[in-house]
């Protein structure tokens, strides 16, 4: 693959908050304002494989240096996973180990508290750069969240560099297991910021926790089950009258921050519904902290394809709602991809997250380094 002056190859990995699969991206980068787009593929995870990494969410007391037990043994598993799917992807592209110059590995969050300085993503980098023969950075979130940052969301400095020449401000939204937003506007004067970020709340993970529990899939097929239900109005109140809500950007979420228990006692569809409209008001909700109402959103990840989560959206919204694809993005690989670019940022040295993107006290370095041995 020829090279292009200042660019980098690189190879994002992301598995994050959802119990889908891998996402792995292949892109060129120089860290800073250019992005290229090469190859992306998903891999699922196996329904015994989810299981057991759901099992894992809330563990908190493995440290990275004991590699026994239950959680250890998804993690070696987990990262197995990842290393067959940069296999897969450079296969898919034609592109050979030693023309990759690094991994961005995000691995899977299994527990998010940044107000206790707690978040753990399982993954093992050593592992993987033995497995590629490709030299991995991991662990992007810890110095955030050791600073007193919420280490999430990691990937507005991504959007920015993707948003040249939209027209500002700008929001774009990633619909994962949680939802994550990131505004963009004009230039910034002197002490003003560009880029304000934050969790909006709930993305899918309610909403594919719901149909599962009732035995009707792993998600909300396009939206079809909420689509024939009715949006139960108290149940939604009381989701919303959860504090985060009236917490100012920046803020972050676990997964599994919310009670689903105020719409226990609804049908599949209006249960599916409401918690639809749950997603889809807290995002509205976060308007207020932004700095100026966005003129158009943008929206990447899984739940973009939920038509009714997006017409929701649109009402409640008031400007274009749009899936990222409309402006050329791969709205399925944009986290992927981020943390590819995020990878090299942190060779540079240079800051993977803003005081006004995490609250982090000043802009923050992060990432640990594993080289091939």
């Not at 990759?100 to 969050?109: A, D, M, N, P």
Request: contains cysteine; negative net charge.
């Amino acid at each position: 693959m020829e090279a292009k002056e200042g660019l980098r190859t690189v190879v994002g990995l992301m598995s994050g908050t959802s119990m889908d699969g891998i996402d792995a991206a292949l892109l060129r980068t120089d860290g800073r304002d250019r992005v290229e787009a090469l190859d992306f593929l998903t891999i699922p995870y196996d329904d015994g494989f989810r299981a057991r990494l759901r099992g894992c969410l809330g563990q908190t007391g493995l440290g990275r240096s004991d590699r026994d037990g239950p959680v250890a043994e998804v993690e070696r598993d987990l990262t197995d996973a990842h290393a067959d799917a940069v296999h897969r992807l450079l296969d898919k592209a034609g592109v050979a180990a030693a023309e990759v110059e690094l991994i961005g590995f995000h691995g899977h969050t299994i527990h998010h508290d940044p107000d206790r300085r707690i978040t753990r993503q399982i993954g093992d980098g050593a592992r993987l750069a033995a497995a590629t023969g490709i030299a991995v950075v991991d662990d992007f979130r810890s110095a955030d969240v050791c600073a007193g940052g919420q280490g999430a969301p990691l990937v507005p400095l991504f959007h920015r560099a993707l948003a040249h020449g939209l027209p500002r401000p700008l929001a774009v939204l990633n619909i994962g297991g949680v939802a994550n937003v990131s505004w963009i506007g004009p230039e910034a004067a002197k002490g003003e910021a560009e880029v304000v970020a934050c969790d909006t709340g709930p993305g899918n993970a309610l909403i594919d926790d719901w149909v599962l529990r009732h035995g009707l899939g792993r998600f909300d097929a396009g939206g079809a089950l909420a689509a024939a239900g009715r949006v139960d109005a108290a149940a939604l109140a009381t989701l919303m009258a959860h504090p985060y809500f009236g917490r100012p950007a920046p803020k972050s979420l676990d997964r599994d921050a919310f009670d689903p228990a105020p719409v226990a006692a609804l049908s599949p569809q209006d249960g599916a519904a409401t918690l639809t409209a749950f997603t889809a008001e807290s995002v509205a909700r976060v308007v207020s902290h932004l700095p100026s109402p966005p003129v158009r959103w943008l929206v990447c990840g899984g739940g973009r394809h939920n038509a009714t989560l997006m017409a929701m959206l649109a009402d409640r919204l008031g400007v274009p709602v749009e899936p990222a694809d409309l402006v050329g993005w791969d709205g399925d690989a944009l986290e992927a991809q981020a943390f590819g670019y995020l990878a090299v940022r942190s060779r540079l040295g240079l800051p993977l997250s803003l005081p006004a993107t995490t609250g982090v006290p000043a802009p923050m370095r992060g990432g640990l380094f594993h080289p091939v041995a």
